[in-house]
């Protein structure tokens, strides 16, 4: 078994994408091949043991969440490992508001013509950087009101991904290592 941090991409806390309640499906994953299953925020965060790859866990995680409640997500499986690289890996330094970069984890890997193209863009105050694969976002100001953001990202670079805080990326690694060594 495998610790895994599964984020899923399109929750809403209305409509179709609506995940009724996180602990419903919480025990839905558990019910199956999945084991030590915990959900952080409703915005749809796991963490879980599996015995499949992490390709494979993404497939039945989206299966579960289907037949839970109907919901068309897409679903990315990464690790503790990778989500230190990317926390490690920012580009905005301490004059940057560190509450204010967000983290971008793909599902699948990006062209990099298109990337160095998009980067090259004024977003304004806002900033879009890359750094050995991993994308970054500095949003000074409301993400919601925000040009540059995921939706944006994806249109543009034609691939599938999702957005986090410095905060709940540290809370999921947290969580993940305590699977890794329980007691």
């Known amino acids: 078994m495998r610790t895994y941090i599964v984020l899923l991409r399109g929750v809403m806390p209305s409509g179709k994408n609506r995940i009724p309640k996180m602990a419903e499906l919480r025990d839905a994953i558990e019910a199956e091949e999945f084991a030590e299953v915990t959900t ?29 409640c109907g919901a068309e997500l897409q679903v990315i499986t990464t690790d503790a490992s990778e989500l230190k690289k990317h926390l490690r890996g920012n580009p905005f330094g301490d004059e940057y508001q560190q509450d204010r970069v967000f983290y971008t984890t793909m599902m699948e890997p990006i062209d990099p013509k298109r990337i160095v193209a998009l980067c090259q863009e004024d977003f304004g105050e806002e900033e879009l950087r890359m ?53």
Do not use: H
């Open 131 to 183: 750094v050995e694969g991993r994308l970054y976002m500095y949003l000074p100001k409301d993400a919601s009101r925000s040009k540059l953001s995921n939706n944006f990202l994806e249109k543009k670079l034609k691939f599938t991904a999702t957005t986090r805080n410095r905060n709940t990326l540290v809370r999921l690694i947290e969580l993940a290592e305590k699977l890794e060594s329980p007691g």
């Open 40 to 68: 952080y925020i409703q915005s749809g965060n796991i963490v879980l043991r599996s015995p499949l790859s992490k390709e494979e866990t993404s497939v039945r995680i989206a299966e579960i969440i289907r037949a839970y």
